[in-house]
Structure formats: structure tokens, C-alpha cells
């Protein structure tokens, strides 16, 4: 179980893997949410999408994936690359690049 805090006080809400639905351990609460061996991925909302679009300012939606899962579906996932300070934005398959780190 977790706790996130917010206006409406503290609210006990279970985390969750998305591909496979394990549970997630919670390790760590300061500004945000940490849990052992996962990733969170936020987005505050997308153009694009016809469910996750025009939120209200401040909220944002959590996608929990444990690195079991991110290994196994390591093909699907997309590396960014952002540059500073003129925005140039580089992509290649995270699964390429975790293989050249590891070599």
C-alpha cells in the first residue's frame, strides 16, 4: 500500500505493475511515490489521446511497470534522448541501448 498526499489529505491507494497487475512495494514517500524494483512514468496530459487529454492543472496520471516487465518488454519501449538548450529530441529502442551499456 501506498500513501499520496494532496488538498484532500492522505489517501491509501495499492500500486500496481500495468503489464503483469503484481503489487509494488512501497520503499519511499517524500514528494512523490517510489517503490522497489519499478519505474513510475507520469504524463500531465497528451494531444493525442482521446483518454488522457486536457487534465486539470496539477494532476497526473501514474503508470507503475516493475523491472521485471521492463526487461521483459524492453522491445517495446523507446529511449529519449533531450538536448539543452536547443530542444532536439533523439529516439532509438531502449532494448539497442541497454544492450550497447552492457557490453
Known sequence: MTETGGEEGNVSTP???LPC????????????VQCDNATIFEASGNYGSTVWDL???????LINVC???LKRLSHL???????????EVRYRSWRE???????
Do not use: F, I
Open 97 to 103: 541501448l541497454r544492450a550497447l551499456r552492457e557490453e
Open 67 to 69: 523491472d521485471d516487465c
Open 77 to 87: 519501449v523507446t529511449h529519449a534522448r533531450v538536448t539543452r538548450p536547443r530542444p
Open 21 to 32: 497487475g503484481k503489487e509494488l512495494t512501497l520503499t519511499c514517500l517524500g514528494d512523490g
Open 15 to 17: 500500486l500496481h505493475c
Open 55 to 61: 487534465v486539470p492543472e496539477g494532476e497526473k496520471l
